[in-house]
C-alpha cells in the first residue's frame, strides 16, 4: 500500500561519481518538499575501498598505479541488482522517478527493462540512452566535439594492471591550474571555482565501462511503456547537445507511441551540482504533471 502520492526521486550517478554528488539537488528538492535517495553503485562511494594512494598528498602515481579497484569485475547485472533492490524498498512508500546522470543513463535503461513495474517515470539528465543494439559497437553518426575525451586522457593514470577498469586522477587538477581550468571548461564551466574543487573532491577514481554492453539497450516492451524524460543540457561541453539529441531521436524511433518528453536547461554537464535549484524546480514539475 502506497502512502503517499508525492514521488520519491532516486539518482544514479555518472561515471567516477557517487551518492555525495547529488546532495545539492537533494537539499533543493528537500525545500519543495520530495524525497529523494541517492545510490552509490557497487564499489563506489564512501563504502568503496578505493586506492589510499588517490587521496595522500603529495600522491605516490606508481602506488596509484597498481591499486586494486573495489569495482573490478563489477558488471551491469550487479548495478541493477544493487538499485532494484533499493526500488523495492521504496515503491510501497509511493511513486518513484528513476533519474540519471551520464554514465549514469546505462544502468537507468537497464533498470527500467528490469522492473518497468517499480518506475513510474525514468528521467535523463544529459545521460546516455542506448536504443539500438548497434549503438554499443558501432560508431554513432553524429558530430561528437566535447571537450571531456581530451581532459580525461589528461588524468588517465597508465599501467593499471589487468583489472577492466579506467582510472581517473581527478586530484591532479588541484596542483596544476592548466588542467584544472581545462577539466571545468569540460565538466563544470557554470561554475566558481570553488564549487569545482568540491565537485573534483568527490569524485571516485574508478570506472568499469564494461557496463556498457547490450544490456543496456532500451526494450520497446519494457523501457518502452514508461513515461521518459530526457533533460537536454545546452551548454553542456562533455555530451554536446547533438550528442543528445541524436540519442533522443534514436530512442523516438524505437517507441513513437511513446517519444521523449524533452525539457532544456541551459548548463554544463554537471549543472545538477552548479546550479541544482533549476533542476529541482524542472523535477518537480514532472511530479506535479504526473500526478495532475
Request: proline share 7%; with cysteine; aromatic share 8%.
Amino acid at each position: 500500500m502506497r502512502t503517499t502520492s508525492r514521488p520519491t526521486f532516486v539518482f544514479v550517478p555518472g561515471g567516477s561519481s557517487n551518492a555525495r554528488a547529488w546532495g545539492p539537488l537533494q537539499n533543493e528538492l528537500a525545500l519543495l518538499g520530495y524525497r529523494s535517495y541517492a545510490v552509490d553503485l557497487p564499489g563506489h562511494g564512501d563504502r568503496a575501498d578505493h586506492p589510499a594512494a588517490y587521496y595522500r598528498q603529495p600522491q605516490d602515481l606508481a602506488a596509484l598505479a597498481t591499486a586494486p579497484s573495489p569495482i573490478r569485475g563489477v558488471t551491469l547485472r550487479d548495478n541493477v541488482r544493487h538499485v532494484v533492490d533499493a526500488l523495492h524498498r521504496l515503491a510501497p512508500s509511493g511513486p518513484v522517478i528513476l533519474a540519471g546522470h551520464s554514465f549514469g543513463g546505462l544502468t537507468v535503461t537497464a533498470v527500467a527493462n528490469a522492473v518497468p513495474e517499480l518506475l513510474d517515470r525514468v528521467v535523463y539528465l544529459s545521460a546516455v540512452c542506448l536504443s539500438d543494439p548497434a549503438m554499443v559497437a558501432e560508431e554513432w553518426d553524429v558530430l561528437d566535439d566535447n571537450l571531456l575525451d581530451a581532459a580525461a586522457a589528461r588524468i588517465t593514470v597508465p599501467d593499471t594492471g589487468n583489472q577492466g577498469i579506467a582510472r581517473l586522477n581527478w586530484r591532479a587538477a588541484h596542483t596544476d591550474p592548466v588542467l584544472f581550468a581545462q577539466l571545468k571548461a569540460a565538466v563544470m564551466a557554470d561554475s566558481t571555482d570553488h564549487q569545482f574543487r568540491m565537485l573534483l573532491d568527490s569524485m571516485d577514481p574508478d570506472e568499469n565501462y564494461a557496463v556498457l554492453e547490450k544490456g543496456a539497450v532500451a526494450r520497446h516492451a519494457q523501457w518502452g511503456r514508461i513515461p521518459h524524460t530526457y533533460v537536454r543540457l545546452s551548454k553542456d561541453l562533455s555530451i554536446p547537445p547533438a550528442v543528445q539529441d541524436y540519442m533522443i531521436r534514436k530512442a523516438d524511433v524505437l517507441t513513437p507511441d511513446n517519444p521523449f518528453d524533452v525539457r532544456t536547461l541551459a548548463t554544463s554537464h554537471t549543472g545538477y551540482f552548479s546550479r541544482p535549484h533549476l533542476f529541482a524546480e524542472l523535477l518537480a514539475d514532472l511530479a506535479q504533471a504526473a500526478s495532475a
